[in-house]
T-cell receptor, first 114, second 112 residues
């Protein structure tokens, strides 16, 4: 069965470039989450959607980070004017509603900003 | 603010030994706790989920306990195998929120 998929798997960006990371959740999963994982650390929450509504964006580190899920399925995380500190693995997860259900994670996108 | 700590940060054992991984959290008002496995360069695989009302969950060689009042969970892996080598992460879901708060992980190496 299809799990959570993310693309691209790897992205190298020059400092100052904009990037867009895509997440395809498990079909039928209402809740979608983005996390950021720095090297050697646990993931940290970025933002949460229930269907197309962004209910929590408290973890987005700056206004350069923007996430959307316009039709309640696929989500895109956009980072504008990338900086070196943005280098990390970006993980997407989905779960059935309510969010107390188990979260299923994608393979992540490794972003390297040079 | 919830903080999750995993000790030890790294663990190396010979094949066949039992593994004991510890997770502690500062705010006991959690909804559930999940244990994950992460292989190098891969995403997270959910191993066990314990609801706040439960004391433990078991799946094969894995057993996780939860003591919510003391803010602790322990993951036991019986009769370890080299294929168990990975990073193990615990994460808690707050009753009042939707996000998972993760520990820093325990990196496990099982030597043949």
């Amino acid at each position: 069965g299809a799990g959570v998929s993310q693309s691209p798997r790897y992205k190298v960006a020059k400092r100052g470039q904009d990037v867009a990371l895509r997440c395809d959740p498990i079909s039928g999963h209402v809740s979608l989450f983005w996390y950021q994982q720095a090297l050697g650390q646990g993931p940290e929450f970025l933002t949460y959607f229930q269907n197309e509504a962004q209910l929590d964006k408290s973890g987005l580190p700056s206004d350069r980070f923007f996430a959307e899920r316009p039709e309640g399925s696929v989500s895109t995380l956009k980072i504008q004017r990338t900086q070196q500190e943005d280098s990390a693995v970006y993980l997407c997860a989905s779960s059935l509603s309510p969010p107390s259900y188990e979260q299923y994670f994608g393979p992540g996108t490794r972003l390297t900003v040079t | 603010k919830q903080e999750v700590t995993q000790i030890p940060a790294a663990l190396s054992v010979p094949e066949g030994e039992n593994l004991v991984l510890n997770c502690s959290f500062t705010d006991s008002a959690i909804y559930n706790l999940q244990w994950f496995r992460q292989d190098p360069g891969k995403g997270l695989t959910s191993l066990l989920l314990i609801q706040s009302s439960q004391r433990e969950q078991t799946s094969g060689r894995l057993n996780a306990s939860l003591d919510k009042s003391s803010g602790r969970s322990t993951l036991y892996i019986a009769a370890s195998q080299p294929g168990d080598s990975a990073t193990y992460l615990c994460a808690v879901l707050q009753a009042a929120g939707n996000k998972l708060t993760f520990g820093g992980g325990t990196r496990v190496l099982v030597k043949p």
